[in-house]
T-cell receptor
Framework: QKEVEQNSGPLSVPEGAIASLNCTYS??????FFWYRQYSGKSPELIMS????GDKEDGRFTAQLNKASQYVSLLIRDSQPSDSATYLC???????????FGSGTQLTVLP | KAGVTQTPRYLIKTRGQQVTLSCSPI?????VSWYQQTPGQGLQFLFE???????NKGNFPGRFSGRQFSNSRSEMNVSTLELGDSALYLC?????????????FGQGTRLTVV
């Protein structure tokens, strides 16, 4: 079982819709969770971090964490074509606290 | 302030050769992590350095090594290159290694082994 799992997609949503990206993790002692956006041919860019149960909002982005269910999600409201990218979920887990990534979800926002 | 700088951006090497990649972290950041990204395997953790000491290591063969200098700059070395080493190598910079630390990536070095 992979430590961090994501639906690989691809996920397509129309412009203006809400895109929902999901992630589960296996290590219960994971402390911190991150969402990165990676455009094709570019490096990952940090867009959200979340450490506590509940929601964290930043502009059009909302990260949700449920430690009991070992589940993290990212909601993108009013999706734009420029949001089309691969979204990577990451967790700092294990006693070594290294950052472990999921395989990413490819999102396409259709104009 | 300046971001994470990786050099070179692109590299073509021949099987059997060795290569050294460089990473300069964000000013004030003391932790540098290295990742290999390939289409089939995604982002794989190589190693992490903090205060010139390797703190974590991923499941890569000993041909992959790294080091960190007193100014927090880091290098990684791959010896006896294989075709399968062709990948995007990414360096991430963090303030420290505590559990809540955010990591910021450089632009990466695209290595092609022929």
């Amino acid at each position: 079982q992979k430590e961090v799992e994501q639906n690989s997609g691809p996920l397509s949503v129309p412009e203006g819709a809400i895109a929902s990206l999901n992630c589960t993790y296996s290590d219960r002692v994971s402390q911190s969770f991150f969402w990165y956006r990676q455009y094709s041919g570019k490096s990952p860019e940090l867009i959200m971090s979340i450490y506590s149960n509940g929601d964290k909002e930043d502009g059009r982005f909302t990260a949700q964490l449920n430690k009991a269910s070992q589940y993290v999600s990212l909601l993108i409201r009013d999706s734009q074509p420029s949001d089309s990218a691969t979204y990577l979920c990451a967790a700092r887990s294990g006693s070594a606290r290294q950052l472990t990534f999921g395989s990413g979800t490819q999102l396409t926002v259709l104009p | 302030k300046a971001g994470v700088t990786q050099t070179p951006r692109y590299l073509i090497k021949t099987r059997g050769q060795q290569v050294t990649l460089s990473c300069s972290p964000i000013s004030g950041h003391r932790s540098v992590s290295w990742y290999q990204q390939t289409p089939g395997q995604g982002l794989q953790f190589l190693f992490e350095y903090f205060s010139e000491t390797q703190r974590n290591k991923g499941n890569f063969p000993g041909r992959f090594s790294g080091r960190q200098f007193s100014n927090s700059r880091s290098e990684m070395n791959v010896s006896t290159l294989e075709l399968g080493d062709s990948a995007l190598y990414l360096c991430a910079s963090s303030l420290g290694i505590a559990g809540l630390t955010e990591a910021f990536f450089g632009q990466g070095t695209r290595l092609t082994v022929v």
